[in-house]
């Protein structure tokens, strides 16, 4: 397809910090085991990339759809790139979250961690540009190069301690999991091509599939996009491979690459089928809310800081397809103002996750280096020793636990606002089933907050649990730029909603045909159903609660003139108090054990009176995984075995083989 | 933004300042009276406060600036809950910065700098408190925002002036939805402000404890500051209940100054009857153990999605 270079100038635009990548990715070969070439050189150039990738993809929201074709791949077979408001979107999100992660990266790889950091360096690269790619592609067939690009690099960043045999297993059962979804996802597109046997994306778009042909496809991408996103029940992989993976890793996989799978969704359901029937979103928020619980709950009762954090991915990924689920069933009824509040409200959200979630991974990677501990059970009063990492990280901890002022809050609020319209809604039974999601999203926000208070308060506050991290080191300069970088994006995206949505309104527009009416009638004011009176005006809010909280300081230092003592803490007069008396992570996440029970498989070791040294241990394991793969995993092992009896190893036996399918194959065509 | 507003705006809050306290003092009373005690006066808790101003600071050693600058947090989240709830007039210039679910999630904020200060000094009753703090709140949490939900239905807005303005409009409708929501409400409003069943204001015995596990290491100034914040919520949480049930004699626009004027002995007098209320609900009852609290609000919340669902069947 012939291109005019004016409509190609922003896919240019777009192309170059991802080209640039690839060149810092090979350039970290020349040098492959110099530390200050890498860290202080190439990463910080990949931020510069990052910002000017975020900027391109802004810029390119207001202009038209760019479209271009590359001239490699196989013959016949060029790859089709396309850059809309939807692509631009999330460019925007990879450029600004890389930035931070970047930076990070910068001062974080270190010698002795396995792979050389040049070839890190390659690998990192790699992974962010493939999922550029994956966002500008338009053909099922640059769309899967690039989208198993991004499985494969990703796979060996996980792996970069692959001398440790969990990780290796952690590894393989991530890279298990993405091809049965890119399995999934190949033969949604080979549904979508409704026979023209065309595999660009116009086609598909062109294409008029049935409604159980479109189903079909719909159900395919769910199912591959679904494995990558970690929805439950795909979702094993997810806890076991971002803890694996280096903390810059973790944060681009959770931050981002669970975002392109969201992308891939979008693009599929709205855009290439053309829009969703409208019970196809009562399944996605279907799935989403069990997800959200259900990563929140095991979130909850995890020991391990990285694996905690995984789990909260769960329940994100979980909110954001909810709200997805809630624009398909509003736009399949025809209801597109809904639809459109709902989408930003996801949209929304996925920005906030990117943003905030990087952040904490960063931040466990900071407190990795600074102690050497992953285990919540070894870690305690980090705010001490680590006081910018600590702070930087309260904000991240208030983001993800959607709490005002901050960038979470927007979203949760935006959500319960679509979640409201209920009444609206011209079908009796999905009136009834509506609000017990907004239950179980208001549930799922609040159980988020206690996971953030174990997660924070049992690394940073509290007494050391070992005696050794009273001397951990706080992050070093370029670490904290990357952390500054996120939290600063943290707290814009919770003061400034106006103009985010403004930003997401030419998405919504794109996909759907509308956006929300008149979202910037104030520049303050969030008001997205004006008509309802609903306004949240954050910085009103902020500004209110800062003044306040300074007149109640300089009240008090006015009136109060007394002294501050310090003295050991008082504990209600016990005075041998030490660490191990505080909470462990195992007790901080008891009472979601006793609560939620059931969902838990719960192995428990209890000491008898007469032990000499009593120990009491808990496990908690998943169900899933219990009673769903490893079942799965039994037959595939009995299989193998049954066909392992025909390798004999012996020539002769190989030969027989091929003789007798040789007598076979000649009796059947004769 | 009318003078009008701005004087209604002004007299809330420190209405609520002022007026927290001897809330707190007039159940303490009511509940004296109720077990056949002579009640302390019901300048008791300023007594309280005041004397706290006067004492030196005792800081633990480990303590951090989070856990200094909390108390300030929130006493000030509170004093800004205050400025939202309508308490005396529905046109409050302040009621655009947050809506009815802005309002949960800053209660949860300070619920959530409250439990991280717990668990700066690194005791076993500090984390203790915020654990079961936490629990409490994601429990409550949930229930208290269907309850919103079903207002808000009802209404079709979720700022809370609005809801309170509509509700007080329609006084011949009675909305058997509401009457599921109310009893949720009582039981969230016990469970949040540390009353019995749930909790026991009057007790420092470590089996029981919640909210004054967390306040152990607080002394002087912080204390009375945090002391002060709880009397606040409480007067809060008692505002919001009006707001959402029994909205009559709100000062609304059309009355001018002179609804304004006559709103406050009304609220007053719903004050008394509702503290009157909760000291013959903290009297009648016991305590519950910790693992029973969940029940209760789960039964909270379920009476809440019930209220919510009579509400869609019924549309009222």
Known sequence: MPTTPLMGAALHGCLAPLAAWGLIGLAGLLRPHSVRFVGRILFPLSALCGLALAWVGLTSLGQPVAQLVLPIGLPDLPFHLRCDALSGFFLTLLGATSVGISLFAAGYFRHGQGAAPGLLCLQYHIFLASMGFVLLADDAYAFMVAWELMAVSSYFLVTTQHRLAEIRSAGFLYLLIAHVGAVAILLSFGV??????????????????????????????????????????????????????????????????????????????????????????????????????????????????????????????????????????????????????????????????????????????????????????????????????????????????????????????????????????????????????????????????????????????????????AQARDASRLERMGLIWLAAA??????????????????????????????????????????????????????????????????????????????????????????????????????????????????????????????????VADRIWRYGYEPVGHVVRRLGDVAAVLQQGRISTYLLYSFVTLLVLLALVL | MSPLALTTQVMEITAAIVAAPLFLGWVNQC?????????????????????????????????????????????????????????????????????????????????????????????????????????????????????????????????????????????????????????????????????IPVDNPATHLELTMIHEAMLLEYSARHLALMEWAAALKLFNYACIGFALFVPWGLALERQGPAGLMASVPILALKLMAAGAGLALIETVSAKLRVFRAPELLATAFLLAVLGMLVHLLLGA
């Open chain 2, 31 to 195: 509940r004296a009276w109720l077990q056949n005690r002579r009640a302390p006066s019901i300048l008791q808790p300023y007594r309280g406060i005041r004397k706290l101003f006067h004492k030196d600071a005792v800081l633990a050693e480990r303590a951090s600036s989070l856990f200094r600058v909390t108390p300030y947090i929130v006493f000030g989240t509170m004093v800004l809950a205050a400025a939202i709830i309508p308490s005396m007039g529905t046109r409050l210039p302040l009621t655009v910065a947050a809506d009815s679910i802005a309002l949960v999630g800053l209660l949860a904020t300070a619920r959530m700098f409250m439990s991280l200060a717990a668990m700066d000094i690194g005791t076993a009753f500090g984390s203790l408190g915020a654990r079961r703090e936490m629990m409490i709140g994601f429990l409550a949490e949930p229930a208290l925002l269907m309850v919103i939900f079903v207002a808000a239905l009802i209404s079709q807005t979720t700022s809370l002036a609005a809801i309170a303005e509509r509700l007080s409009g329609a006084t011949l409708a009675i909305y058997p939805s509401l009457a599921f929501t109310a009893v949720a409400f009582t039981l969230v409003l016990l469970a949040e402000n540390a009353r």
């Open chain 1, 192 to 469: 979508l091509q409704g026979g023209s046997w065309q595999f660009t994306f116009d086609s598909m778009r062109a294409a008029q599939l049935a409604p159980q042909w479109a189903t079909a496809a719909f159900l395919l991408a769910l199912l591959g996009f679904g494995a990558k996103a970690g929805l439950v029940p795909l979702h094993v992989w997810l806890p076991e491979a971002h803890p694996a993976a280096p903390s810059p890793v973790s944060a681009l996989m959770s931050g981002v690459m669970l975002k392109t799978a969201v992308y891939g969704l979008l693009r599929v359901t709205f855009d290439l089928l053309g829009g969703p029937l409208w019970w196809w979103g009562l399944i996605v928020l279907t799935v989403g809310l069990f997800s959200a619980f259900y990563g929140v709950i095991f979130g909850a009762v995890q020991t391990d800081m990285k694996r905690l954090l995984a789990w909260s991915s769960i329940e994100n990924l979980g909110v954001i397809l909810s709200g997805l689920g809630l624009a398909m069933i509003f736009h399949g009824l025809g209801m597109s103002a809904l639809a459109a509040l709902a989408l930003i409200a996801s949209l929304y959200h996925c920005l906030n996750h990117a943003c905030s979630k990087s952040l904490l991974f960063l931040g466990t990677g900071a407190v990795l280096h600074g102690t050497g501990e992953r285990n919540l059970g070894k870690l305690g009063g980090l705010i001490h020793p680590m006081p910018w990492v600590a702070w930087l990280m309260l904000v991240g901890v208030m983001a993800i636990a959607c709490l005002p002022p901050l960038n979470g809050f927007v979203s949760e609020w935006l959500l319960l606002q679509a979640f409201l319209f209920v009444d609206t809604v011209p079908r009796p039974f999905v009136n009834m089933l509506l609000p017990v999601g907004a239950a179980i999203i208001a549930l799922c926000t609040a159980l988020a907050g206690y996971v953030m208070v174990k997660f924070y308060g049992i690394i940073f506050l509290g007494q050391p649990r070992e005696p050794n991290l």
């Open chain 1, 490 to 619: 943290c707290v814009a995206l919770g003061v400034f909603p106006v103009q985010v949505i403004g930003v997401l309104n030419t998405v919504s527009q794109g996909l759907i045909g509308t956006g929300l009416a008149d979202p910037a009638a104030h520049w303050w004011l969030l008001a997205p159903a004006a008509a309802r009176g609903a306004a949240y005006g954050p910085l009103v809010f902020l500004v209110v609660a800062a003044v306040v909280i300074v007149l109640t300081m300089l009240g008090v230092r006015l009136f109060y003139h007394r002294r501050v003592r310090r003295a050991p803490p008082w504990d209600c007069g016990f005075v041998r108090l030490d660490a191990r008396m505080q909470d462990s992570a195992e007790g901080f996440g008891q009472p979601i054990r006793h609560i939620f029970q059931p969902f838990f498989l719960i192995t428990r070791t209890l000491p008898t009176a007469f032990d000499r040294a009593p120990v009491y241990r808990v496990t």
